[in-house]
């Protein structure tokens, strides 16, 4: 069976200002795959990234032109569509960023937010999702005696997975993550590496990394960013 592309890139072109950064960026990504997004710094990586799920328009002087389909439900939504809400967007394309950002509040609400931002008000169904969530994220038996604590006192790796926690509680149909184990120990960045590997499959995977050798373990289709567009490496 050939694999359904699940993200749709077609003449995509980026600018800050007067300065563009992407160039008629022709891209596919596949469901429920890992690509990784690699090149040097400041070639645009994190730009690209922005560009899946419209977080550019947050950012001042920031313009993308093209179009950007993603296939949900079955059907190829145009992301850029004034009907489709952002916040749906963002829900089922979610980010990590590179460096941690866990809300101030518990471990537990930190993971439960996106349902209340969701309309879910059942206590017993959110404690499910939590859970869910943070077994999912290998974060679970670390945290199951401590969910009332605040989340800004976990460890780096820590916080890293409770972000992808939070990020699946949402049930998210493709996960951005942009350079996900830069900020953290050895130790750290495997347990994130082996968790992507299970996302793999049900979740649709696009990974800004700088490690080739993370990326050889890794990912199914690799991009480099150069010239000012995307390049299939492998
Ligand atoms: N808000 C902004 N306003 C103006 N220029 C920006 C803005 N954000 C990024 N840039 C510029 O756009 C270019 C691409 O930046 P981007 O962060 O996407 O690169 P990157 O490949 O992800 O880099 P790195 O690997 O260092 O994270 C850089 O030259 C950067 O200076």
């Known amino acids: ?43 645009g990586k994190s730009t690209f990234l922005m560009a899946l799920n419209r977080l550019w328009e947050e950012v001042p002087g920031a313009d993308a032109r093209g179009r950007v389909w993603v296939r949900l439900d ?6 850029s569509d004034p009907s489709f809400p952002v916040t749906e ?57 401590r ?11 820590q916080q890293q997975r409770l972000c992808i926690a939070r990020a699946l ?3 998210p149909d493709v996960l951005l993550l942009d350079e996900p184990t830069s900020s953290l120990d050895a130790r750290a960045a495997g347990i994130i590496e082996e968790l992507l590997l299970t996302l793999k499959g049900r979740c649709t995977l696009v990974v800004v990394s700088h490690y080739l050798e993370q990326v050889e373990r890794l990912a199914d289709q690799v991009y480099e960013v150069a010239d000012e567009t995307l390049q299939l490496v492998s």
């Open 89 to 145: 967007l963002r829900r089922r394309v979610a980010m990590v960023f590179q460096v941690p950002n866990p809300l101030p509040m518990s471990i537990f609400k930190n993971v439960a937010f996106p349902l209340k931002v969701m309309g879910l008000r059942d206590k017993a169904v959110a404690a499910e999702v939590v859970e869910d969530a943070l077994r999912r994220a290998f974060l679970w038996d670390e945290v199951k005696d």
């Open 1 to 43: 069976m050939d694999p359904v592309i699940k993200i749709r890139v077609e003449e995509l072109t980026f600018r800050y200002g007067t300065r563009t950064v992407l160039r008629d960026v022709n891209a596919v990504f596949f469901e429920g795959a890992l690509t990784a997004v690699v090149g040097p710094s400041g070639r």
């Open 169 to 171: 509680a949402a049930q």
């Open 147 to 157: 969910l009332r604590e605040d989340a800004r006192l976990l460890s780096g790796g």
């Open 74 to 79: 079955g059907n190829e939504r145009l992301v």
